[in-house]
């Protein structure tokens, strides 16, 4: 029973909110102690003038996108259209509340959906199987090395509520927060379609039990919502930039290349990013690390077929593989985040040694959060 106690979801939020506040003194001592990137800060996108602030330290990179896109919406023709509009609305929302606080508004919403992320993490794995396996799942994911990106003004810690709440609805099979899951998603990260694969394995894999059970039409409008909610931002980049494929081609302004096309040239893929590319530590585009950490989910992938549900290795392997092999593996310690099956498989991997990932992923974590903070490429 007190094994039960100390795996439970009270220590697992208190764990999720002290994590957060050390995340926030890091920034403030990096703030008064440690120089700015300023070289990258103005060789990039910035939409503020001018560094220097607290708040600043929040929203490097990507954030200047969120930032300018919440106060200024769509344009045509502009960079920052790559990005999804789910997270800017919410800010922009979030800082009419605020009184034109953008960032603020950007930072609480980041903060805000990652500790309701973690929380439906936990209340699906322990549907799935236990406490203990949640606890652990929950505080590896937490701890892992592009974590701290929840805490920032980027979209990761909307992406891992949606998600979340998605598989949370599954196992639950409470039936509106599935289909609002599966509407918002698509409007919040590229990778939010990619939920219809492993949706639909759920599907199949079900579908003998829900003939019986006379259910089978509600799991079939998850794909339909997903598939509206796709529509609706095609529909929402037309009305505001006069384009509906207006967010395609503003990557054509970044250097990382990512195409569709490229997933059926799977040995070009490998020819450029493995053999013909000139590594270095952490490049944009030839970075050693993003390479490594691809090669540690390759390794991980039979575990993760192993120890969890099929539709949780479907989603493995598509959100895993498909921001690899579309493009130059550009920022891809960033995308592994997001796979929790990953980190569900290393516990049941490493059984009560679980914990000793925590001694790699911490100093990891908070080498590669200072690096951001400080405005130096990350991911």
């Known amino acids: 029973m007190s094994e039960n106690k100390h795996y439970s979801l009270t220590n697992l939020v208190i764990i999720v909110v002290l994590s957060k506040i050390v995340f926030l003194a890091l920034v403030y001592v990096c703030w008064k102690t440690l120089p700015f990137a300023s070289g990258y800060f103005y060789a990039n996108f910035?939409?503020?003038?001018?560094?220097?602030?607290?708040?600043?330290?929040?929203?490097?990179?990507?954030?200047q996108h969120y930032h300018f896109l919440a106060e200024n919406n769509y344009l045509p023709s502009n960079m920052s259209s790559?990005?999804?509009?789910?997270?800017?609305?919410l800010i922009y929302w979030g800082s009419w509340v605020l009184g034109g606080e953008s960032v603020a508004a950007g930072v609480i919403v980041s903060n805000i959906s990652s500790l309701f992320g973690y929380i439906l993490l936990f209340l699906t794995v322990q549907k799935i199987h236990d406490s203990k396996i949640a606890f652990a799942s929950t505080i590896l994911m937490l701890a892992s090395p592009s974590a701290f990106y929840t805490n920032v003004m980027y979209s990761e810690g909307l992406f891992l509520l949606l998600v979340m709440l998605l598989f949370y609805a599954l196992t639950h099979r409470v039936w509106s927060l599935l289909f609002l899951a599966a509407f918002l998603l698509p409007l919040s990260?590229?990778?939010?379609?990619?939920?219809?694969?492993?949706?639909?394995?759920?599907?199949?894999?079900?579908?003998?039990?829900?003939?019986?059970?006379?259910?089978?039409?509600?799991?079939?409008?998850?794909?339909?919502?997903?598939?509206?909610?796709y529509a609706y931002y095609l529909f929402y980049m037309q009305m505001?930039?006069?384009?509906?494929?207006?967010?395609?081609?503003?990557?054509?302004?970044?250097?990382?290349?990512?195409?569709?096309?490229?997933?059926?040239?799977?040995?070009?893929?490998?020819?450029?990013?493995?053999?013909?590319?000139?590594?270095?530590?952490?490049?944009?585009?030839?970075?050693?690390?993003?390479?490594?950490?691809?090669?540690?989910?390759v390794l991980m992938l039979y575990p993760i077929w192993r120890y969890t549900r099929k539709s949780l290795f479907v989603y493995a392997l598509v959100l895993g593989m498909v921001p690899a092999l579309s493009g130059s593996m550009m920022s891809y310690m960033r995308y592994i985040y997001i796979i929790f099956p990953l980190f569900m498989a290393l516990v049941m991997l490493s059984k009560n040694y679980w914990y000793y990932w925590l001694v790699l992923f911490i100093p990891m974590q908070t080498i590669f959060a200072v690096r951001h903070i400080l405005n130096h490429w990350q991911g």
């Open 46 to 63: 910035h939409y503020i003038p001018q560094h220097g602030s607290f708040w600043s330290l929040l929203q490097t990179w990507d954030g």
């Open 240 to 297: 505001e930039t006069g384009n509906f494929a207006s967010g395609f081609a503003a990557q054509g302004y970044y250097g990382s290349g990512f195409s569709v096309s490229n997933l059926f040239k799977p040995y070009a893929w490998f020819i450029h990013n493995f053999i013909e590319t000139d590594l270095h530590i952490h490049g944009f585009t030839n970075s050693a690390l993003d390479r490594g950490f691809f090669m540690f989910y």
């Open 82 to 89: 790559a990005f999804y509009p789910l997270y800017p609305l």
């Open 189 to 229: 990260r590229p990778q939010g379609l990619l939920i219809a694969a492993p949706l639909g394995v759920y599907i199949l894999i079900t579908y003998e039990w829900r003939i019986k059970e006379a259910i089978i039409a509600k799991e079939n409008l998850a794909l339909l919502f997903l598939i509206l909610g």
